[in-house]
Protein backbone atom coordinates (compact mmCIF):
# COMPACT_ATOMS: atom_id res chain seq x y z
CA UNK A 1 0.00 0.00 0.00
CA UNK A 2 1.18 2.97 -1.55
CA UNK A 3 1.33 5.87 1.28
CA UNK A 4 -0.46 9.16 0.78
CA UNK A 5 1.18 12.50 -0.73
CA UNK A 6 0.06 14.13 2.53
CA UNK A 7 1.60 12.42 5.29
CA UNK A 8 -0.87 11.13 7.90
CA UNK A 9 -0.90 13.04 11.40
CA UNK A 10 1.60 11.76 14.01
CA UNK A 11 -0.30 9.91 16.11
CA UNK A 12 2.29 10.30 19.05
CA UNK A 13 1.70 14.21 19.25
CA UNK A 14 -1.87 14.05 19.45
CA UNK A 15 -4.68 13.13 21.64
CA UNK A 16 -8.68 11.84 21.19
CA UNK A 17 -11.00 12.06 23.46
CA UNK A 18 -14.98 11.18 22.30
CA UNK A 19 -17.57 13.26 22.84
CA UNK A 20 -20.64 11.47 21.74
CA UNK A 21 -21.79 8.19 21.07
CA UNK A 22 -24.84 7.12 19.64
CA UNK A 23 -27.14 4.67 17.27
CA UNK A 24 -28.69 6.35 14.54
CA UNK A 25 -32.03 4.14 13.28
CA UNK A 26 -32.41 5.31 9.63
CA UNK A 27 -36.08 4.46 8.61
CA UNK A 28 -36.49 3.42 4.99
CA UNK A 29 -37.41 5.98 2.08
CA UNK A 30 -35.70 8.59 4.18
CA UNK A 31 -32.89 10.85 3.55
CA UNK A 32 -31.92 13.28 5.99
CA UNK A 33 -30.77 16.51 5.56
CA UNK A 34 -26.73 17.65 4.65
CA UNK A 35 -24.80 17.74 8.11
CA UNK A 36 -21.59 19.35 8.31
CA UNK A 37 -19.42 17.22 10.42
CA UNK A 38 -18.74 19.35 13.43
CA UNK A 39 -15.64 16.65 15.15
CA UNK A 40 -14.14 13.95 13.78
CA UNK A 41 -16.79 11.79 12.84
CA UNK A 42 -17.00 7.39 13.02
CA UNK A 43 -20.10 6.34 10.98
CA UNK A 44 -19.82 2.87 11.35
CA UNK A 45 -22.71 0.64 9.69
CA UNK A 46 -24.09 -2.67 11.16
CA UNK A 47 -27.31 -3.26 9.18
CA UNK A 48 -28.97 -2.04 6.40
CA UNK A 49 -28.02 -0.29 2.88
CA UNK A 50 -28.21 3.10 1.47
CA UNK A 51 -26.11 5.81 0.28
CA UNK A 52 -23.54 8.15 1.84
CA UNK A 53 -23.17 11.49 -0.14
CA UNK A 54 -19.57 12.71 0.81
CA UNK A 55 -17.96 15.74 -1.41
CA UNK A 56 -15.82 13.95 -3.49
CA UNK A 57 -19.27 11.45 -4.48
CA UNK A 58 -21.55 8.58 -3.24
CA UNK A 59 -20.65 5.32 -1.72
CA UNK A 60 -22.46 2.25 -0.66
CA UNK A 61 -23.46 2.37 2.88
CA UNK A 62 -23.51 -1.23 3.88
CA UNK A 63 -23.53 -3.44 7.14
CA UNK A 64 -19.46 -3.75 7.81
CA UNK A 65 -18.46 -0.42 5.90
CA UNK A 66 -16.92 2.17 8.39
CA UNK A 67 -16.00 5.51 7.59
CA UNK A 68 -13.95 8.47 8.96
CA UNK A 69 -14.47 12.17 8.13
CA UNK A 70 -12.98 15.26 9.16
CA UNK A 71 -14.33 18.11 10.94
CA UNK A 72 -16.15 20.59 7.96
CA UNK A 73 -16.92 17.88 6.19
CA UNK A 74 -20.58 17.50 4.31
CA UNK A 75 -22.48 14.60 4.03
CA UNK A 76 -25.56 13.21 3.65
CA UNK A 77 -27.01 9.36 4.57
CA UNK A 78 -30.17 7.54 1.83
CA UNK A 79 -31.46 4.48 2.19
CA UNK A 80 -34.46 3.64 -0.58
CA UNK A 81 -35.74 0.26 0.96
CA UNK A 82 -34.53 -0.76 4.08
CA UNK A 83 -33.66 0.76 7.47
CA UNK A 84 -30.14 1.69 7.97
CA UNK A 85 -28.20 0.93 11.66
CA UNK A 86 -25.61 3.37 11.83
CA UNK A 87 -23.26 4.23 15.26
CA UNK A 88 -22.20 8.00 14.39
CA UNK A 89 -19.16 8.17 17.50
CA UNK A 90 -18.20 12.12 17.49
CA UNK A 91 -14.34 12.82 19.24
CA UNK A 92 -11.66 15.44 19.28
CA UNK A 93 -8.38 15.57 18.89
CA UNK A 94 -5.56 17.69 20.29
CA UNK A 95 -2.79 18.84 19.09
CA UNK A 96 0.28 18.87 22.09
CA UNK A 97 3.30 19.13 19.78
CA UNK A 98 3.93 22.38 19.22
CA UNK A 99 1.42 24.08 22.18
CA UNK A 100 -2.24 22.84 22.50
CA UNK A 101 -4.91 23.12 20.06
CA UNK A 102 -7.81 20.95 18.34
CA UNK A 103 -6.55 19.32 15.18
CA UNK A 104 -9.08 19.65 12.51
CA UNK A 105 -6.71 17.97 9.20
CA UNK A 106 -7.51 14.52 7.98
CA UNK A 107 -6.26 12.13 10.31
CA UNK A 108 -5.92 9.59 7.14
CA UNK A 109 -5.52 12.11 4.10
CA UNK A 110 -7.20 10.74 1.43
CA UNK A 111 -8.87 8.36 3.00
CA UNK A 112 -12.45 8.01 4.63
CA UNK A 113 -13.52 4.24 4.49
CA UNK A 114 -11.78 2.47 7.37
CA UNK A 115 -10.94 -1.43 6.63
CA UNK A 116 -11.05 -4.33 8.97
CA UNK A 117 -11.33 -7.32 9.53
CA UNK A 118 -13.17 -8.93 11.41
CA UNK A 119 -14.91 -6.41 11.81
CA UNK A 120 -17.51 -7.83 14.41
CA UNK A 121 -14.63 -6.47 17.21
CA UNK A 122 -15.89 -3.09 15.69
CA UNK A 123 -19.03 -3.32 15.70
CA UNK A 124 -18.69 -4.99 19.75
CA UNK A 125 -16.25 -1.76 20.77
CA UNK A 126 -19.05 0.24 18.75
CA UNK A 127 -21.76 -0.98 21.24
CA UNK A 128 -20.00 -0.90 24.80
CA UNK A 129 -19.25 2.60 23.83
CA UNK A 130 -23.20 3.43 23.67
CA UNK A 131 -24.52 0.73 25.91
CA UNK A 132 -25.46 2.07 29.72
CA UNK A 133 -27.26 5.09 31.02
CA UNK A 134 -27.48 8.74 29.48
CA UNK A 135 -26.08 10.28 33.61
CA UNK A 136 -22.92 7.80 33.75
CA UNK A 137 -20.50 8.41 36.47
CA UNK A 138 -17.10 9.21 36.47
CA UNK A 139 -15.61 6.18 36.68
CA UNK A 140 -18.07 5.14 33.80
CA UNK A 141 -17.10 7.83 31.60
CA UNK A 142 -13.56 7.18 31.79
CA UNK A 143 -14.42 3.57 31.10
CA UNK A 144 -16.31 4.54 27.79
CA UNK A 145 -12.74 6.76 27.01
CA UNK A 146 -10.73 3.67 27.30
CA UNK A 147 -12.84 1.87 24.97
CA UNK A 148 -12.62 4.75 22.36
CA UNK A 149 -9.08 4.51 22.33
CA UNK A 150 -9.04 0.48 21.99
CA UNK A 151 -11.41 0.85 18.67
CA UNK A 152 -9.30 3.16 17.43
CA UNK A 153 -6.20 1.65 18.03
CA UNK A 154 -8.12 -1.14 16.32
CA UNK A 155 -9.01 1.22 13.28
CA UNK A 156 -5.32 2.55 13.04
CA UNK A 157 -3.44 -0.78 13.12
CA UNK A 158 -5.13 -1.61 10.18
CA UNK A 159 -5.26 1.92 8.52
CA UNK A 160 -2.37 3.94 9.03
CA UNK A 161 0.47 3.83 6.55
CA UNK A 162 3.78 2.53 7.13
CA UNK A 163 7.15 3.70 5.51
CA UNK A 164 8.02 -0.12 6.44
CA UNK A 165 6.81 -2.61 3.61
CA UNK A 166 3.47 -4.15 4.22
CA UNK A 167 3.34 -7.39 5.20
CA UNK A 168 1.30 -10.14 3.36
CA UNK A 169 -1.42 -9.79 5.40
CA UNK A 170 -1.97 -6.25 4.95
CA UNK A 171 -1.45 -6.36 1.39
CA UNK A 172 -4.42 -9.02 0.99
CA UNK A 173 -6.53 -6.34 2.86
CA UNK A 174 -5.90 -4.25 0.34
CA UNK A 175 -7.33 -6.07 -2.20
CA UNK A 176 -10.46 -6.52 -0.18
CA UNK A 177 -10.83 -2.74 -0.71
CA UNK A 178 -10.17 -2.97 -4.18
CA UNK A 179 -13.43 -6.30 -4.45
CA UNK A 180 -15.61 -3.62 -2.69
CA UNK A 181 -14.81 -0.91 -5.15
CA UNK A 182 -14.42 -2.98 -8.42
CA UNK A 183 -16.88 -6.18 -7.94
CA UNK A 184 -18.79 -4.98 -11.07
CA UNK A 185 -15.25 -5.52 -13.16
CA UNK A 186 -13.78 -9.01 -14.16
CA UNK A 187 -11.73 -9.88 -11.02
CA UNK A 188 -9.65 -12.88 -10.46
CA UNK A 189 -8.17 -14.49 -8.01
CA UNK A 190 -4.83 -14.91 -10.02
CA UNK A 191 -4.66 -11.27 -10.48
CA UNK A 192 -5.87 -10.38 -6.85
CA UNK A 193 -2.44 -12.23 -5.68
CA UNK A 194 -0.62 -10.11 -8.20
CA UNK A 195 -1.66 -6.77 -6.83
CA UNK A 196 -1.17 -8.25 -3.27
CA UNK A 197 2.09 -8.82 -3.82
CA UNK A 198 1.85 -12.96 -2.87
CA UNK A 199 2.06 -15.93 -4.45
CA UNK A 200 -1.14 -17.73 -5.22
CA UNK A 201 -0.85 -20.30 -2.97
CA UNK A 202 -0.48 -18.13 -0.36
CA UNK A 203 -3.37 -15.41 -0.86
CA UNK A 204 -6.34 -17.81 -0.26
CA UNK A 205 -5.65 -19.09 3.13
CA UNK A 206 -4.73 -15.30 4.01
CA UNK A 207 -8.08 -14.45 2.37
CA UNK A 208 -9.62 -16.62 4.17
CA UNK A 209 -8.12 -15.71 7.61
CA UNK A 210 -8.97 -12.10 7.53
CA UNK A 211 -13.35 -12.84 5.89
CA UNK A 212 -13.92 -16.16 6.73
CA UNK A 213 -15.04 -16.70 2.95
CA UNK A 214 -12.61 -17.62 -0.11
CA UNK A 215 -12.19 -14.65 -2.50
CA UNK A 216 -14.86 -15.83 -4.81
CA UNK A 217 -17.08 -16.66 -2.50
CA UNK A 218 -16.52 -12.88 -1.22
CA UNK A 219 -16.58 -11.13 -4.43
CA UNK A 220 -20.22 -13.02 -5.33
CA UNK A 221 -21.41 -12.08 -2.09
CA UNK A 222 -20.63 -8.26 -2.63
CA UNK A 223 -22.10 -8.66 -6.12
CA UNK A 224 -25.15 -11.04 -4.83
CA UNK A 225 -25.52 -7.80 -2.14
CA UNK A 226 -25.44 -5.26 -4.59
CA UNK A 227 -28.06 -6.64 -6.89
CA UNK A 228 -30.42 -7.35 -4.33
CA UNK A 229 -30.18 -3.19 -3.87
CA UNK A 230 -30.88 -2.87 -7.24
CA UNK A 231 -33.61 -4.98 -7.75
CA UNK A 232 -35.41 -3.10 -4.86
CA UNK A 233 -34.71 0.31 -5.89
CA UNK A 234 -34.26 0.69 -9.98
CA UNK A 235 -36.89 -0.70 -12.51
CA UNK A 236 -33.87 -2.06 -14.70
CA UNK A 237 -34.48 -5.24 -16.30
CA UNK A 238 -32.40 -8.40 -15.26
CA UNK A 239 -29.79 -7.86 -18.03
CA UNK A 240 -29.01 -4.58 -17.07
CA UNK A 241 -28.48 -4.87 -13.05
CA UNK A 242 -26.48 -8.79 -13.85
CA UNK A 243 -24.38 -6.35 -16.22
CA UNK A 244 -23.51 -3.88 -13.50
CA UNK A 245 -23.20 -5.92 -10.63
CA UNK A 246 -20.54 -8.14 -12.50
CA UNK A 247 -22.60 -10.96 -13.87
CA UNK A 248 -21.74 -12.05 -17.66
CA UNK A 249 -25.16 -12.97 -18.37
CA UNK A 250 -28.71 -12.61 -16.84
CA UNK A 251 -28.85 -16.34 -17.16
CA UNK A 252 -25.66 -16.78 -14.63
CA UNK A 253 -27.09 -14.46 -12.26
CA UNK A 254 -30.02 -15.60 -12.22
CA UNK A 255 -28.79 -19.12 -11.19
CA UNK A 256 -25.83 -17.96 -8.77
CA UNK A 257 -28.61 -15.60 -7.01
CA UNK A 258 -31.23 -18.51 -6.58
CA UNK A 259 -28.15 -20.96 -5.28
CA UNK A 260 -27.27 -18.17 -2.62
CA UNK A 261 -30.58 -16.83 -1.67
CA UNK A 262 -33.28 -19.63 -2.51
CA UNK A 263 -35.18 -17.74 -4.72
CA UNK A 264 -34.95 -16.23 -7.69
CA UNK A 265 -34.33 -12.24 -8.28
CA UNK A 266 -37.58 -11.78 -9.65
CA UNK A 267 -38.99 -13.66 -6.61
CA UNK A 268 -37.00 -11.79 -4.31
CA UNK A 269 -38.25 -8.43 -5.63
CA UNK A 270 -41.92 -9.29 -5.07
CA UNK A 271 -41.23 -10.83 -1.73
CA UNK A 272 -39.35 -7.96 -0.22
CA UNK A 273 -41.73 -5.16 -1.58
CA UNK A 274 -43.58 -3.69 1.39
CA UNK A 275 -41.37 -5.02 3.87
CA UNK A 276 -38.63 -3.78 5.69
CA UNK A 277 -35.62 -5.14 6.97
CA UNK A 278 -34.46 -4.63 10.47
CA UNK A 279 -32.08 -5.73 12.85
CA UNK A 280 -33.24 -6.40 16.07
CA UNK A 281 -32.07 -6.91 20.07
CA UNK A 282 -30.05 -9.91 19.79
CA UNK A 283 -28.88 -9.47 16.20
CA UNK A 284 -31.11 -11.18 13.72
CA UNK A 285 -31.62 -9.38 10.66
CA UNK A 286 -35.77 -10.03 9.71
CA UNK A 287 -38.12 -8.62 7.12
CA UNK A 288 -40.74 -7.41 8.43
CA UNK A 289 -44.43 -5.69 7.27
CA UNK A 290 -43.75 -1.97 6.51
CA UNK A 291 -47.08 -1.05 8.34
CA UNK A 292 -48.11 -4.45 10.56
CA UNK A 293 -51.69 -4.63 11.75
CA UNK A 294 -51.71 -8.30 13.90
CA UNK A 295 -48.80 -8.08 16.28
CA UNK A 296 -47.86 -9.84 19.33
CA UNK A 297 -45.76 -8.20 22.25
CA UNK A 298 -44.87 -10.55 24.81
CA UNK A 299 -42.88 -8.58 27.47
CA UNK A 300 -43.70 -6.11 30.34
CA UNK A 301 -43.72 -2.89 28.45
CA UNK A 302 -46.77 -2.92 26.22
CA UNK A 303 -47.70 0.34 27.10
CA UNK A 304 -44.71 1.68 24.27
CA UNK A 305 -46.77 0.50 21.72
CA UNK A 306 -49.89 2.26 23.02
CA UNK A 307 -48.15 5.34 23.34
CA UNK A 308 -47.83 5.34 19.73
CA UNK A 309 -50.99 4.16 18.72
CA UNK A 310 -50.44 0.26 18.33
CA UNK A 311 -52.96 -2.27 19.82
CA UNK A 312 -51.47 -5.98 20.09
CA UNK A 313 -53.78 -8.58 19.72
CA UNK A 314 -52.02 -10.66 21.97
CA UNK A 315 -49.34 -10.33 24.75
CA UNK A 316 -48.76 -11.58 28.03
CA UNK A 317 -51.99 -11.10 30.11
CA UNK A 318 -50.24 -10.97 33.51
CA UNK A 319 -48.19 -7.71 32.88
CA UNK A 320 -51.63 -6.11 31.58
CA UNK A 321 -53.81 -7.12 34.05
CA UNK A 322 -52.83 -4.63 36.93
CA UNK A 323 -51.35 -1.87 34.45
CA UNK A 324 -52.58 1.72 34.42
CA UNK A 325 -53.62 0.89 30.81
CA UNK A 326 -55.47 -1.86 31.46
CA UNK A 327 -58.71 -0.56 30.29
CA UNK A 328 -57.08 -0.47 27.05
CA UNK A 329 -56.64 -4.16 26.47
CA UNK A 330 -59.78 -5.79 26.94
CA UNK A 331 -59.58 -7.24 23.99
CA UNK A 332 -55.71 -8.68 24.11
CA UNK A 333 -55.58 -12.29 23.67
CA UNK A 334 -53.10 -13.91 26.24
CA UNK A 335 -50.39 -16.01 24.95
CA UNK A 336 -48.86 -17.49 28.22
CA UNK A 337 -46.01 -17.30 30.27
CA UNK A 338 -43.64 -18.51 29.20
CA UNK A 339 -44.65 -17.53 25.98
CA UNK A 340 -46.38 -20.51 24.16
CA UNK A 341 -46.67 -20.84 20.56
CA UNK A 342 -49.56 -22.47 19.77
CA UNK A 343 -51.60 -19.66 21.23
CA UNK A 344 -49.18 -17.31 19.49
CA UNK A 345 -49.93 -19.14 16.59
CA UNK A 346 -53.91 -19.01 17.10
CA UNK A 347 -53.65 -15.42 16.69
CA UNK A 348 -52.12 -15.04 12.87
CA UNK A 349 -50.23 -12.53 13.60
CA UNK A 350 -47.66 -10.59 10.90
CA UNK A 351 -45.53 -9.80 13.79
CA UNK A 352 -44.01 -11.12 17.21
CA UNK A 353 -41.92 -8.94 19.54
CA UNK A 354 -40.40 -10.63 22.23
CA UNK A 355 -38.75 -9.44 24.93
CA UNK A 356 -36.44 -11.86 25.93
CA UNK A 357 -32.92 -13.07 24.44
CA UNK A 358 -33.07 -16.46 25.04
CA UNK A 359 -32.46 -17.97 21.08
CA UNK A 360 -34.60 -21.15 22.31
CA UNK A 361 -37.80 -18.98 22.74
CA UNK A 362 -37.20 -17.01 19.67
CA UNK A 363 -36.59 -20.45 17.73
CA UNK A 364 -39.82 -21.48 18.95
CA UNK A 365 -41.95 -18.23 17.61
CA UNK A 366 -40.04 -17.23 14.26
CA UNK A 367 -41.41 -19.67 12.57
CA UNK A 368 -45.07 -18.72 13.31
CA UNK A 369 -44.47 -14.95 11.88
CA UNK A 370 -41.62 -12.31 11.74
CA UNK A 371 -40.05 -12.41 15.02
CA UNK A 372 -38.24 -9.61 16.83
CA UNK A 373 -36.41 -9.81 20.02
CA UNK A 374 -36.87 -6.39 22.29
CA UNK A 375 -35.13 -4.73 24.85
CA UNK A 376 -37.53 -3.71 27.35
CA UNK A 377 -34.78 -2.58 29.83
CA UNK A 378 -33.40 -0.10 27.58
CA UNK A 379 -34.14 3.43 28.34
CA UNK A 380 -37.27 4.65 26.96
CA UNK A 381 -35.83 7.03 24.34
CA UNK A 382 -34.34 4.03 22.82
CA UNK A 383 -37.01 1.76 22.99
CA UNK A 384 -39.58 4.54 21.70
CA UNK A 385 -37.18 5.39 18.75
CA UNK A 386 -36.79 1.36 18.31
CA UNK A 387 -40.58 0.81 17.95
CA UNK A 388 -41.23 3.72 16.01
CA UNK A 389 -38.67 2.70 13.64
CA UNK A 390 -39.83 -1.14 13.28
CA UNK A 391 -43.83 -0.41 13.28
CA UNK A 392 -43.72 2.51 10.63
CA UNK A 393 -44.48 5.28 13.78
CA UNK A 394 -41.09 7.23 13.90
CA UNK A 395 -43.33 10.60 13.98
CA UNK A 396 -45.13 9.55 16.65
CA UNK A 397 -42.44 8.70 18.13
CA UNK A 398 -40.41 11.83 18.54
CA UNK A 399 -43.63 13.99 18.90
CA UNK A 400 -44.78 11.98 22.53
CA UNK A 401 -40.76 11.66 23.70
CA UNK A 402 -40.58 15.60 23.26
CA UNK A 403 -44.35 16.44 25.23
CA UNK A 404 -42.58 14.09 27.80
CA UNK A 405 -39.78 15.52 27.83
CA UNK A 406 -41.02 18.69 28.53
CA UNK A 407 -43.37 17.81 30.84
CA UNK A 408 -40.96 15.81 33.26
CA UNK A 409 -38.64 18.53 33.23
CA UNK A 410 -41.82 20.80 34.54
CA UNK A 411 -42.56 18.47 37.07
CA UNK A 412 -39.28 18.76 38.47
CA UNK A 413 -38.67 22.12 38.59
CA UNK A 414 -42.45 22.33 40.56
CA UNK A 415 -41.45 19.43 43.19
CA UNK A 416 -37.90 21.50 43.91
CA UNK A 417 -39.51 25.29 42.97
CA UNK A 418 -42.37 25.08 45.76
CA UNK A 419 -39.81 23.33 48.01
CA UNK A 420 -41.31 20.16 48.13
CA UNK A 421 -38.21 18.90 47.41
CA UNK A 422 -34.68 20.34 48.50
CA UNK A 423 -31.91 19.63 45.93
CA UNK A 424 -29.46 16.98 46.35
CA UNK A 425 -32.16 15.02 47.58
CA UNK A 426 -31.59 10.61 46.70
CA UNK A 427 -34.25 8.37 46.63
CA UNK A 428 -34.77 4.33 46.65
CA UNK A 429 -37.24 2.26 45.14
CA UNK A 430 -37.51 -1.43 47.44
CA UNK A 431 -39.27 -4.56 47.00
CA UNK A 432 -39.73 -8.08 48.44
CA UNK A 433 -39.40 -10.76 46.32
CA UNK A 434 -38.73 -14.56 46.28
CA UNK A 435 -40.29 -14.62 49.82
CA UNK A 436 -38.17 -12.89 51.98
CA UNK A 437 -35.57 -11.41 49.53
CA UNK A 438 -34.92 -7.69 49.69
CA UNK A 439 -33.85 -5.75 46.34
CA UNK A 440 -33.31 -2.39 45.18
CA UNK A 441 -34.52 -0.96 41.70
CA UNK A 442 -31.34 -0.39 39.69
CA UNK A 443 -32.09 0.54 35.85
CA UNK A 444 -35.79 -0.96 35.68
CA UNK A 445 -39.09 -0.40 36.95
CA UNK A 446 -39.85 2.73 39.53
CA UNK A 447 -36.40 3.89 39.40
CA UNK A 448 -36.01 4.88 35.77
CA UNK A 449 -39.06 7.47 36.68
CA UNK A 450 -36.79 8.56 39.98
CA UNK A 451 -33.42 9.29 38.11
CA UNK A 452 -34.91 10.44 35.24
CA UNK A 453 -33.12 13.84 34.32
CA UNK A 454 -33.72 16.52 36.87
CA UNK A 455 -34.92 14.15 39.43
CA UNK A 456 -33.71 12.45 42.48
CA UNK A 457 -30.48 11.02 43.06
CA UNK A 458 -29.35 7.03 43.42
CA UNK A 459 -27.68 6.24 46.90
CA UNK A 460 -23.82 5.59 46.52
CA UNK A 461 -25.39 1.81 47.08
CA UNK A 462 -27.84 2.15 44.37
CA UNK A 463 -25.11 4.15 42.01
CA UNK A 464 -23.16 1.14 42.29
CA UNK A 465 -25.86 -1.26 41.06
CA UNK A 466 -26.51 1.65 38.30
CA UNK A 467 -22.73 1.15 37.23
CA UNK A 468 -22.85 -2.17 37.03
CA UNK A 469 -25.56 -1.88 35.01
CA UNK A 470 -27.86 -4.31 36.63
CA UNK A 471 -31.73 -3.97 37.03
CA UNK A 472 -31.99 -4.59 40.51
CA UNK A 473 -29.73 -5.89 43.59
CA UNK A 474 -30.36 -7.75 46.66
CA UNK A 475 -30.05 -5.90 50.00
CA UNK A 476 -29.02 -7.36 53.25
CA UNK A 477 -31.88 -5.86 55.51
CA UNK A 478 -28.78 -5.80 57.96
CA UNK A 479 -27.51 -2.90 55.94
CA UNK A 480 -31.06 -1.44 54.83
CA UNK A 481 -29.69 2.15 56.04
CA UNK A 482 -27.18 2.21 53.19
CA UNK A 483 -29.83 1.86 50.40
CA UNK A 484 -32.21 4.02 51.89
CA UNK A 485 -32.49 7.00 50.60
CA UNK A 486 -33.70 10.82 51.52
CA UNK A 487 -37.29 9.33 50.05
CA UNK A 488 -38.06 5.48 50.41
CA UNK A 489 -40.33 4.22 47.84
CA UNK A 490 -41.73 0.52 49.46
CA UNK A 491 -43.49 -1.49 46.66
CA UNK A 492 -45.65 -3.56 47.42
CA UNK A 493 -45.39 -7.29 46.31
CA UNK A 494 -48.11 -9.35 45.01
CA UNK A 495 -47.05 -13.08 46.52
CA UNK A 496 -48.56 -13.72 49.93
CA UNK A 497 -45.11 -14.83 51.44
CA UNK A 498 -43.40 -11.54 50.21
CA UNK A 499 -45.96 -9.06 51.51
CA UNK A 500 -45.42 -10.54 54.80
CA UNK A 501 -42.27 -10.10 55.05
CA UNK A 502 -42.36 -6.78 54.07
CA UNK A 503 -44.83 -6.04 56.83
CA UNK A 504 -42.31 -7.83 59.29
CA UNK A 505 -39.93 -5.33 57.65
CA UNK A 506 -42.14 -2.27 58.96
CA UNK A 507 -42.32 -3.12 62.08
CA UNK A 508 -39.15 -3.69 62.78
CA UNK A 509 -36.65 -1.14 64.39
CA UNK A 510 -34.43 -1.00 61.57
CA UNK A 511 -37.46 0.50 59.54
CA UNK A 512 -38.61 2.91 62.01
CA UNK A 513 -35.02 4.24 62.59
CA UNK A 514 -35.10 5.63 59.19
CA UNK A 515 -34.51 8.97 58.45
CA UNK A 516 -37.27 8.83 55.68
CA UNK A 517 -39.49 7.19 57.73
CA UNK A 518 -39.29 9.67 60.70
CA UNK A 519 -39.57 12.13 58.54
CA UNK A 520 -42.80 10.94 56.87
CA UNK A 521 -40.70 10.73 53.02
CA UNK A 522 -41.36 6.85 53.13
CA UNK A 523 -44.26 5.83 50.28
CA UNK A 524 -46.42 2.43 50.04
CA UNK A 525 -46.90 2.23 46.58
CA UNK A 526 -48.73 -0.74 44.33
CA UNK A 527 -45.23 -2.77 42.48
CA UNK A 528 -47.72 -4.48 40.22
CA UNK A 529 -49.19 -1.25 38.90
CA UNK A 530 -46.20 1.45 39.61
CA UNK A 531 -42.84 -0.39 39.51
CA UNK A 532 -42.80 -0.56 35.49
CA UNK A 533 -40.91 1.93 32.93
CA UNK A 534 -43.15 1.92 30.00
CA UNK A 535 -44.16 4.99 28.42
CA UNK A 536 -47.63 5.06 29.49
CA UNK A 537 -46.52 3.92 33.07
CA UNK A 538 -44.26 7.00 33.27
CA UNK A 539 -46.53 9.25 31.72
CA UNK A 540 -48.89 8.33 34.93
CA UNK A 541 -46.11 8.66 37.07
CA UNK A 542 -45.69 12.26 36.11
CA UNK A 543 -49.25 13.33 37.85
CA UNK A 544 -48.61 10.69 40.90
CA UNK A 545 -45.68 11.18 42.13
CA UNK A 546 -46.44 15.17 42.67
CA UNK A 547 -49.43 13.52 45.01
CA UNK A 548 -46.90 11.00 46.56
CA UNK A 549 -44.25 13.48 47.57
CA UNK A 550 -46.32 16.17 48.79
CA UNK A 551 -47.61 14.10 51.87
CA UNK A 552 -50.03 11.39 50.14
CA UNK A 553 -47.50 8.20 51.26
CA UNK A 554 -50.55 5.49 51.25
CA UNK A 555 -50.33 2.86 48.60
CA UNK A 556 -51.43 3.51 45.84
Known sequence: MLPPSTPPALLHSLLFQLTDAMLAVQPAMSCIEPQTAQTHLLLICTGGSGELTLPDGKVDLSADRCFLLSPGTTYTTANPETTLYYYQLSFNIYQIDGGPGLYTQELLPGRQELLVHPFTRVI??????????????????????????????????????SDEAPSPAESVEGTIRYMQEHYMESITVKQLAEQAGVSLWQY?????????QKPLEYLTGLRISRSQQLLLESAEPLREIARLTGFSDEYYFSRRFRQITGVTPGQYAVAKRGKLTV??????????????????????????????????????????????YKHRLKSLANVGFPLNPQLTASLHPDLIIIANPDEKVYKRVAGIAPALTFDSFAPLEHRMRTLGGWLGKQREAEAWLAGFADRNAAMWQRLYGSGVLSPGETASALIFDHGNHLYAMGLSGLSSALYAPGGLR?????????????????????????????RVF??????????????????SPAWRSLPAVQQGHAYLLDSSKWNFSDALTRERLLTLLPKVLGGHGAAQ
Open 124 to 161: RLAEELTAGPDNRSEVQLYRQQLKFQELLLLLLEHNYP
Open 279 to 324: QDWTGHTVDIPERPRRIVYHGETIGDLLALGVKPVGGDEEFARNSV
Open 490 to 507: MLVPEREDSRAAMDALLQ
Open 204 to 212: TPLFQKLTG
Open 458 to 486: PTAEIQAALDAELGFAEVDPQRLHTYAGD
